[in-house]
């Protein structure tokens, strides 16, 4: 497969941008350091999880995490991993979430999919992907005491997109190709840093995490417009699930108006939704501490209580 045009060190050159810059006045001792790309990625990983497949590809896995200690059906979580959609960025940064989800007594399912860089790659496999993962659910819950009434998808960055993105597919039709009979019922949403506009989000840098946009959908928004309504989480509201967009007010990737006017727009047609910001950079929401965490397990507790 030809490589696409997307830079491999992507996450890496765009988050010089989280990080102090020799040239840069220095900012002022009450503003926190920002979180970057390096130094989450250096911290200890926990083990992982029980890989579950759920197809035959590669990338067609998810890791299961009981939590310890459960009465009944856990409710689920559903962890969907971001970088830009590009091949060169794994789940594995989430397995820090869900070590620390479990231990609240959630199970958690984290997801991995054919992404940009890999054979099937891209539209349409991506989103099929992120689906047939959360369906496989079903199946697991045969064995495994999971409640799918109490299913919660949480997402970062680009895994922002498609767990918002999950919320909505029982509504796609029969004429999209991302259609699935049957599709899991998402209670609620909880968007880390989460690209809301896929049209918006593509007009910046083409050598950063913007371009990466129009190689996903395969064309721009006026080749092929009927692609960008079927995932792009603006154009798909109301998406009938409760929704929490945790926000860094510092974050050099996703702009934070951008999801100030998704929120807006959410409420506007209906649904529940609330924007928390956290005078943070882009990652430091994924990270299972300070005050993304803690606005995290109060959303858990509204959407999907562990009883």
Not at 9 to 14: H, P, R, V
Not at 60 to 76: C, I, N, S, T, Y
Not at 98 to 103: E, G, M, Q
Request: with cysteine; proline share 9%; aromatic share 6%.
């Amino acid at each position: 497969m030809k490589h696409l045009p997307v830079p491999v060190l992507l996450f890496a050159s765009i988050c010089a941008a989280c990080v102090q810059h020799p040239a840069t006045p220095p900012k002022p001792a009450s503003e926190p350091p920002l979180l970057s790309w390096s130094e989450l990625a250096a911290r200890p990983l926990p083990p992982a999880g029980e890989r579950i497949a759920y197809g035959p590809e590669t990338s067609q896995f998810g890791e299961l995490r009981m939590p310890v200690d459960a009465k009944g059906p856990a409710p689920v979580v559903v962890l969907i991993h971001g970088g830009c959609w590009l091949a060169d960025f794994d789940y594995a940064y989430m397995r820090h979430l869900a070590v620390a989800l479990s231990a609240e007594g959630y199970a958690t399912w984290t997801i991995e999919y054919r992404r940009l860089g890999e054979d099937g790659g891209g539209w349409p496999n991506t989103f099929n992907d992120v689906g047939a993962a959360i369906d496989q659910l079903r199946g697991l819950a045969t064995t495994r005491a999971l409640d799918l009434g109490r299913v919660v998808t949480i997402g970062h960055s680009a895994g922002g997109q498609l767990a918002l993105w999950a919320a909505s597919r029982p509504r796609l039709g029969l004429g999209s190709p991302l259609h699935a009979d049957g599709a899991v019922l998402i209670r609620g949403v909880i968007g880390l840093a989460a690209i809301t506009d896929l049209a918006q989000y593509r007009n910046g840098p083409a050598d950063s995490c913007h371009g990466s946009v129009e190689p996903l959908m395969g064309g721009s928004p006026d080749a092929v417009p009927k692609r960008y309504s079927q995932v792009s989480p603006i154009e798909l509201l109301p998406l009938q699930a409760e929704q929490w967009l945790i926000q860094g007010e510092r974050d050099p990737i996703v702009d934070s108006a951008s999801v100030e006017r998704y929120v807006k727009a959410a409420k506007a047609a209906g649904d529940e939704a609330r924007l928390i910001r956290i005078g943070s950079g882009h990652f430091d929401p994924v990270a299972p501490e300070g005050p993304s965490w803690q606005a995290i397990r109060q959303a858990l507790r509204r959407m999907a209580p562990v009883r």
